[in-house]
Nanobody
Framework: VQLQASGGGLVRNGGSLTLSCVTSGSEFSTTAMAWYRQVSTHVRDLVASITRDGRTTYGDFVKGRFTISRDVAKNTLYLQMSALTPEDTAVYYC??????????????WGQGTLVTVSS
């Protein structure tokens, strides 16, 4: 199983950006998925999570600016971000709790996509 994140880039203060994460593999089933972010060597902070049935949670710093969603049929996770500030500059990682017939349930990470917000 592989998670491929994309959509990062440079955006101005107050701008918007949408991240995507595609899960691929031969046979798997995803349950909860999430976006995390990491600044330098700091710990990864939870940005948002979503269960298979669509229940969502957000980090306190999101404050209604971001929306997490998923297209189960396309195995794609999204993060719509608006009202971005320089404090949102970080590498964003997608994460999934994924079941496979060989390994059972495990956590998988995408490679990270850099979001830079200029002041």
């Amino acid at each position: 199983v592989q998670l491929q994140a994309s959509g990062g880039g440079l955006v101005r203060n107050g701008g918007s950006l949408t991240l995507s994460c595609v899960t691929s593999g031969s046979e798997f089933s995803t349950t909860a998925m999430a976006w995390y972010r990491q600044v330098s060597t700091h710990v990864r902070d939870l940005v948002a999570s979503i269960t298979r049935d669509g229940r969502t949670t957000y980090g306190d710093f999101v404050k209604g600016r971001f929306t997490i969603s998923r297209d189960v049929a396309k195995n794609t996770l999204y993060l719509q971000m608006s009202a971005l500030t320089p404090e949102d500059t970080a590498v964003y990682y997608c994460n999934g709790n994924i079941w496979t017939p060989n390994s059972g349930n495990n956590a998988y990470w995408g490679q990270g996509t850099l979001v830079t917000v200029s002041s």
